[in-house]
Every structure is written in C-alpha cells, then in structure tokens.
C-alpha cells in the first residue's frame, strides 16, 4: 500500500500541517523539521503526488530554462547544474531552445506567460533589453547577462567578462606577442561585448596601437570561427607570430583546426586563447589557454536564488551577483 502523509507525520512525530507546508514551502518550517521529514519520507519511500499538489496550491512546481544552444558544451553544463539543484527540491526543470535566435526566445517568452511555470531562468538572452523588461508573472534569473535597469523581478548573475579579457591580453603581453586578433561573437551579445572591450583596453593601455588589434565577429560556434580563421590564414606569415583571443572555446577549437589545417604550429607560430574553459578545453591538442567561466557555480547559484525567490525568502529580492574569473593556462599560448 502506498505511503501517505499521515504516514509520514506519524514517523516524523510532527502534524500531517506541518508536512504539507514542507511539501508546499507555503509556510516556514525549520531546517530541524525539514530533515526530519525528509528523513521519513525516504524511509518510507513515500513519493508526492505533484499534479495535485499544483492543483491545490496554484502551482505548476515546473522551472522554465531557456539556453540559446543546448549542443553548446557550455550551456548544457549550466543546464547540468541547474537541474541538479532543483531536483533537490519538488521543481521539475522544463528545458526550451532559442537556436540562438532572439524572435525564437521572445515566443517562447510568450508562451511561458500563460501560467506553464512558476519560474525561470533565462541563460545568455539574445532580446534586447526592452524586450526583457517585461512585467513578468513569476520571478526571473538572467542567467550570464550583464545587469540592466529593470522594474521587474529579475536577478542577473554573470562573471566578470571584461576581467576575463584583460587576463587572456595580459598573458599575450607577456609572451611577448606583437600583433593581435579578436573574435568575438554577434553585436547583439553583451558579453561578446565586454570580452572585446576588455582586451582591447588592456593592449592599449600597455601602448599596443589600435593597428596591430585586429577585430570580427562571428557566431559561438565551431564552424563560424573555424571559418573566418580560415580566412585570416589565407596569406598568414608565421614570422609574425600572432595572438588569437577567440571569446569562447568551442569557437576557439574551430581556429585551433583550422590553424593546423594551413601547417602551423600551435603556439609556435600562431598563438590562440579563447574563453569559456568547457570540459573538453583541455583535451584539445594543443590544450586550450582560456578563462574559466564557472558554469558550476553559475547554474548551482541561479537555481538556489529562483528556488529562494519561489519560497518568498525575503534575502532574495531583486539583486545582481557577478562571479570572478580565473585564468587557465595550458600549451595552446
């Protein structure tokens, strides 16, 4: 026979109330309480009915999570930790793909408004800030964004991409790099932005000309970097050593290929950082010199502040949270 809540009161010696409020987070109950119950329903193997939880409470219990490219290894490790850390809670994650196209997103925006879930976390956004400023129905994380003006019940949490940059153009200099290419993504990406920004700053401010900073734009993507990498190699001289700073590492390992494809010895000849530090950036040959961008701590923290937000925790209103970077050097610089 299947266990019910008046099961799991009587073992946990507490009032059928006071395990509902844990299963609801509708009323406070202390961490003591909490584990004791949880510890009960486990013994028991008693498992929440969460359709007619919903029903009861108004609530769907689902968490919505937008990315631009789940077959991007950087979004789906976010994705990874966010939804370990709402399955530690009764939220069920529900997952959407934008394509990396912001008409796509906004319908998808839309659609969630009907009421489909109690949350959301909105990873990298390609809408333009109008467009995100929406008075929302649930409260919302922009998740590896930079923070913006905004009435709404927002929290952004990003890291810190221009410090990121500025490590990657420190490390040119000190290799003694003369000459310098960026590729970074689309215009409409604020952190594309700040990525450029910052290694431009840093080369300059160490008296590096602007003529020697060459700079384009191209998609987060292999094939896109792997590209115009291409391009730029077409009449390359490897005496001229360049310094490559790709704003992300899978596009990173596009122009590491295509570097290898033309004959060049990496970094002998040609030298090329990127940014992100996915799971596979060190088992690329040679391995990748980036930026960690910490996709842990990055789904883990945007998934304890919604589930706080949804629990009516009165530490989590409206706030930014900006992560520090660190430098990861390996043989590709």
Known sequence: MRPTVKDVAKLANVSTATVSNVLTSKKYVSEELK???KEAMTTLGYEPNISARSLKVNKTFKIGVVVPDITNPFFSEIVKYIEKTINKSYYQLVLYNSDDKAEKEKKILDSLMLGIVDGLILVAPRLEETLLKRDYDFPVVILDR???DTASDITFIYADNFKGAVM???LFLKKGYKKYICITGPEDVPNANLRLLGFRQALLNNG???ENIEEYRAEFNFDAC???MTELLQDYDPTQRKAVFVC????????IEAAKSKGLKIPRDIGIAGFDNIYFSRFIYPGL????NPTKELGQTAALVLLNKLNDDPDFSDHTVVLDVNLIQR???
């Not at 992300?248 to 122009?255: K, N």
């Not at 010199?289 to 960690?292: D, G, P, Q």
């Open 331 to 333: 043989e590709s610089v």
């Open 226 to 228: 792997y590209s115009i």
């Open 35 to 37: 584990l004791k119950i």
């Open 168 to 170: 990657i153009a420190n």
């Open 248 to 255: 992300s590492d899978i596009g990173a390992w596009g122009a």
């Open 208 to 210: 590096i000309k602007q």
């Open 289 to 292: 010199t980036t930026v960690e």
């Open 146 to 148: 930079p923070a913006f």
